[in-house]
């Protein structure tokens, strides 16, 4: 392969990663903050890209602006689903079974709810943009959509980061990232910061699934792949940045793209280089998270666990 | 219903034998097929249900990759089996593999904390899973398919599983009475406390992955056997591992009779609800899922427990649940 | 007494509800009605295609019950079918054990089902366990059959053939004068038997006609993929003169939308069996625009036995026949039912050898015959369609049953 193949292939690789970090910004927000790794994320996906799909059919609105208005939408149905919900399960400062189950319980009644309303159908959004891309000589190829949804994703991440520094939610999220016991103490209000929260989570989840809906085809169980790949991405970013959120997301996207078409030496009947069958791909994020664990416990424990006994 | 505490000890240890002497005979009963194959299905979930909460219930540690047991035994069984060995060299043999698995997972993966290690062991099922769709000595994505010279015999599969529930509740029940145990309780409440006590909390959960790994392996062996296929795509799933721990969860975690419970109502239950409620089964099955979650956690052995002796949740009948679910000691 | 909370109606309610369900268990079988297990996914990632199977047996039955039933000799009257319908939701355990269910409890006298191979395998296995016919209207690789099975029969055509189908088709343009000699193919297929079958059949056919192609690429993928760039990228690379893929409905989507977007062209594209789907129309527009693709039915078939089932399904279902799902589903219980006359008892033995020897002549199929040959699989044509522009479809190959000419090689934007 040529220098140019390999930069219309990282090209490609860094728009794949501006969906990534799209899709694991909302549960990094959840996870940072209330400590609860958000199963039903993947259900979220699923409804936001419902959510486009009806605006486009029903009002004929261009799936970005389906995109921009699943962000209140999804912003009050996270904050109903915890107050129903979330809130009863108690704090803690490493992440609990219950709230795995119980959030994995109502990834289940969405998926069914989907299959209740819309069908078992694959459905897809086309707009003329879909199939068009920026063309730069013969070998590079940007398509157009998914520019669309880096740059989408980007201002996303550039609200979020906002929010962090300039508002007094983001300090109070900051807060309780930190260390949940001496942010009371200092005045945050729990219950109302981890609504405020599940909401947000919960928003940037609907406007992720909306921005996948119009790069994927979906169905009632859309989203486990990107569910799996979020998990991933939490780890190797670490939990409490955007920025980190961002990094994780553009190593898993490389990684992933590039994991069938770098040789690596290996001895079989004297040293040969082989490359990665591409069916062997999906191994490559679960790799790396292990080796990551294993390599940097300490390290990215560091910021997870917050073992702080009362003294 | 106060019954004295002599009486009640009696009564632990001759019910369950009553149990298994009726699970023995009820084939003389001649229920048909479907009752049996529906008890089988039970007994095969009630063995995983028991293993992993040896590891889940016991000592704490939840681990969302016993899928990767289950299919190493299924895979181990059905090579074995095709090299001419007898099955229940396969079971065993499947056994011994879950259980050698088990240390090369756990060796790196019981150095992590909390979070870190659930994430690593959703991580190594789903590359093993990936793995063996592109082994073709395995048959690679399309599956593995038993082949067994002579007719089919349910009642052996019956007594098989039978016979491996029974060593699972024997385990259960030794290792929860035991010195073991006590180390492995000590780990779930403190794991910083019990090393201080002189608890090695490493070595200790890695017997206890190994004993947990290889009974989940047997299960796996005995449901191939039976099933007579498998493919990556089913035993190494993602769905696979979660209902794994599902049922001891629901049944009622920590508790030796609790995971017995869980695989009874998965085994029995739950096609039901699918059979009966087609389009709905996912919705039932997740808000009971909520429900237990927020209103038992101590599962439906809880609920019992509740109904018959009246315990209220302010005087809670196991601090197991507290912890492992919660992650907190209850107060 | 004390109060009881809203914990103790929760467990008590749950006690009840788990002990209801518990009896329910004993079904009550219908009396004087022919049981006829029907196995198929509706909920899970193989639900689209599970429920047109599902709505093609339907549509039989209803058929063969407005005319008062199967003549069944032994009894001497005429028996409606009393179908038992079980979604195994695309997972192969719960596939196999539901069977197993309608063998036993439901005292089915046959199964049909198994979409797709795995869960096709998983039932097999218990066709010759518990003596039933058991019928796959969905899963058409060969490893299902020819294991000196009894009582599997399968109304798909073997995968394998869609690959030389394809490849003759390829070669007929080449003898037309329509394509060169030598044409450099890439080969792309997702990773199960399905695949691995087309791959097969074409390389199959290919060998036999030395000259006419050469493998360029031949990579196989995981299903479910959401990144193709580093595939198309080996596809552009090798210069390859035809794109050839084996897809599932997303991966086809997902990887039609990624090699349009890179500006790939070919000329000629197929994703195996899939092509003139709605569902790739709604995605991918006038990108789908000459894809051909080997199906086992299609509606623009000629016959009017088959123009009278795609009116009786939209009647019957409210929307038309997408593809060629529901067609060996509406056939598979038809020759079912014919089997049974035939037999002229209830007896599953009885049935299944009558199975093994029945033709429907009225079929919907290619070819118009429907039979199963020895290792329990039917063998018919299958048919090439191209997508036309303007949401149009053809067939193309064979040539008598061609409702249009092939486009080839595709035109350049």
Redesign the interface.
Do not use: C, I
């Given at each position: 392969?040529t220098a140019i193949?390999y930069l219309?292939?990282l090209l490609?690789?860094l728009l794949?990663a501006g969906v990534y970090a799209a899709m694991a910004v909302g549960m990094t927000v959840v996870y940072g903050v209330m400590k609860i790794?958000n199963l039903a994320h993947a259900g979220f996906l699923m409804l936001g890209a419902y959510f486009a799909l009806e605006m486009f059919q029903r009002f004929h609105l261009d799936p970005i602006w389906g995109a921009i208005l699943a962000i209140p939408a999804f912003f009050l149905f996270g904050m109903i689903v915890h107050w129903t919900?979330v809130r009863?399960l108690?704090k803690?400062d490493?992440?609990?079974?219950?709230s795995?189950?119980?959030m994995?319980?109502?990834?289940?009644?969405l998926?069914?709810?989907g299959?209740?309303f819309w069908?078992?159908?694959?459905?897809?959004i086309?707009t003329p943009l879909?199939?068009?891309?920026v063309?730069i000589g013969e070998?590079i190829?940007i398509?157009k959509?998914?520019l669309v949804v880096f740059a989408a994703a980007a201002v996303c991440m550039v609200v979020l980061q906002v929010i962090f520094n300039k508002t007094w939610f983001g300090r109070s999220m900051r807060a309780e990232i930190q260390n949940p016991y001496a942010a009371k103490i200092v005045g945050v209000d729990d219950e109302r910061t981890s609504r405020l929260t599940f909401g947000l989570g919960t928003a940037f989840a609907g406007f992720a699934g909306a921005l996948l809906g119009m790069?994927?085809?979906f169905?009632p169980?859309f989203g486990?792949?990107?569910l799996?790949r979020s998990?991933?991405i939490i780890?190797l970013g670490g939990l409490e940045s955007v920025s980190g959120v961002a990094l994780g997301a553009i190593v898993l996207a490389v990684l992933?793209?590039?994991?069938?078409?770098i040789p690596f030496p290996w001895y079989h009947h004297g040293w040969n280089y082989y490359y990665l069958?591409?069916?062997?791909?999906?191994?490559i994020?679960?790799?790396l998270?292990?080796v990551v664990?294993?390599l940097l416990?300490k390290g990215?424990?560091s910021l997870?666990?917050r073992r702080w006994k009362v003294a | 219903m106060s019954v004295p505490a002599n009486v009640r000890r009696w009564l632990k240890l001759i019910l369950p034998l009553l149990l298994l002497l009726a699970l023995l005979f009820l084939p003389k009963t001649d229920p048909g097929d479907n009752v049996i194959r529906m008890l089988f299905l039970t007994a095969v979930w009630t063995t995983t249900s028991l293993a992993w909460n040896l590891l889940g219930g016991m000592a704490g540690q939840v681990s969302f990759g016993f899928a990767v047991f289950f299919g190493l035994g299924a895979y181990t069984t059905a090579l074995l089996m095709h090299a001419g060995h007898s099955p229940y060299f396969g079971f065993i043999g499947g056994a011994a593999i879950a259980a050698l698995a088990s240390f090369l997972i756990g060796l790196p993966t019981f150095r992590l904390r909390g979070p870190y290690f659930v994430i690593a062991t959703i991580g190594v099922t789903e590359a093993v899973r990936v793995i063996m769709n592109n082994l073709d000595i395995t048959g690679g994505s399309s599956g593995y398919r038993i082949q067994e010279d002579g007719p089919f015999r349910p009642l052996e599969h019956y007594y098989t599983a039978i016979a491996a529930v029974t060593l699972a509740v024997i385990v259960s029940t030794v290792i929860a009475s035991s010195k073991f145990g006590l180390a492995l309780r000590a780990i779930k409440q403190d794991e910083d406390a019990a090393a201080a006590v002189g608890v090695n909390p490493y070595v200790s959960k890695l017997w206890v992955h190994a004993i947990a790994a290889a009974l989940t392996g047997l299960a796996g062996g005995i449901y191939a056997r039976r099933a007579a296929f498998f493919y990556p795509g089913d035993v190494f799933a993602f769905q696979t591992g979660i209902l794994i721990l599902l049922m001891p969860v629901i049944g009622g975690i920590g508790t030796v009779w609790g995971p017995v419970l869980g695989g009874l109502v998965f085994g029995m239950v739950e096609e039901q609800i699918s059979v009966k409620f087609p389009n709905l089964h996912l919705m039932i099955y997740g808000s009971l899922l909520i429900l237990i979650i927020l209103l038992e956690p101590d599962g439906l052995l809880g609920l019992l427990r509740r109904l018959f002796r009246r315990r209220t949740r302010e005087n809670p009948g196991s601090t197991d649940a507290d912890k492992v679910l919660w992650g907190r000691s209850s107060a | 007494m004390r109060i009881l909370s809203l914990r103790d109606h929760f467990g008590r309610a749950l006690m009840f509800g788990v002990v209801f369900l518990i009896l329910c268990m004993a079904s009550a079988a219908a009396q004087d009605t022919i049981t006829i297990g029907v196995v198929l996914p509706t909920t899970g990632s193989e639900s689209k295609p599970g429920l047109y199977q599902k709505e093609g047996i339907e549509l039989a039955i209803k058929q063969i019950n407005d005319a008062g039933g199967i003549m069944v000799k032994s009894k001497g009257k005429k028996l409606k079918v009393n179908e038992i319908f079980y979604d195994d939701s695309t997972d192969s355990k719960k596939s196999a054990s539901l069977a197993e269910r309608a063998m036993s409890a439901d005292n089915a006298v046959a199964v049909i089902g198994g979409y797709s191979t795995v869960l096709g395998i998983a039932e097999s296995v218990m066709a010759d366990r518990y003596k039933t016919p058991w019928i796959t209207t969905g899963a058409g690789a060969t490893a299902i059959f020819g294991k000196g099975y009894q009582y599997a029969f399968g109304s798909l055509s073997p995968v394998a053939l869609i690959g030389t189908t394809s490849a003759e088709f390829l070669g007929a343009m080449i003898d037309q004068g329509k394509l060169k000699k030598g044409l450099k193919i890439a080969m792309v297929v997702e990773n199960t038997d399905h695949g691995t079958d087309y791959v097969t059949g074409f390389t199959d056919w290919s060998n036999k006609h030395p000259g006419y192609f050469q493998i360029a690429v031949n990579e196989k993928f995981e299903l479910g993929a959401t990144d193709f760039s580093s595939i198309l990228q080996k596809v552009k690379n090798s210069h390859a003169d035809v794109f050839l893929s084996d897809a599932h409905l997303p991966d086809y989507i997902t990887m039609h939308r990624q090699y349009l977007q890179n500006g790939l062209h070919h000329q000629m594209i197929s994703y195996g069996a899939r092509g003139p789907e709605a569902a790739a129309r709604q995605a991918l527009g006038a990108g789908t625009d000459y894809i051909f693709a080997g199906i086992w039915w299609s509606n623009k078939l000629p016959y009017p036995q088959a123009k009278k089932f795609a009116t009786d399904y939209k009647a019957f279902t409210g929307h038309d026949v997408d593809s060629w799902y529901a067609a060996p589903a509406y056939d598979g219980m038809r020759i079912l039912a014919k089997a049974i006359e035939t037999a002229g008892s209830l007896d599953k033995t009885a049935i299944r050898d009558a199975l093994k020897k029945v033709e429907l002549k009225d079929s919907v199929l290619p070819g118009q015959v429907l039979k199963f040959s020895a290792n329990g699989q039917a063998e018919y044509p299958f048919v090439i369609t191209q997508n036309k522009p303007d949401n149009k479809v053809d067939i193309v190959f064979p040539k008598d049953a061609a409702t249009g000419d092939p486009v080839a090689p595709i035109p350049n934007k």
């Open positions: 392969m193949e219309d292939l490609k690789a794949l790794v919900l009863w108690p803690s490493t992440p609990t079974l219950a795995l189950l119980l994995f319980g109502f990834w289940l009644v998926q069914n709810m299959y209740l069908g078992n159908e694959d459905q897809s086309l879909t199939l068009s891309a063309h070998s190829s398509p959509v998914n790069l994927y085809s169905s169980d486990r792949p990107f799996l998990f991933v780890v992933e793209t590039f994991s069938t078409t069958p591409p069916s062997y791909q999906p191994v994020p679960f790799a998270l292990v664990l294993l416990p990215l424990a997870f666990s | - | -």
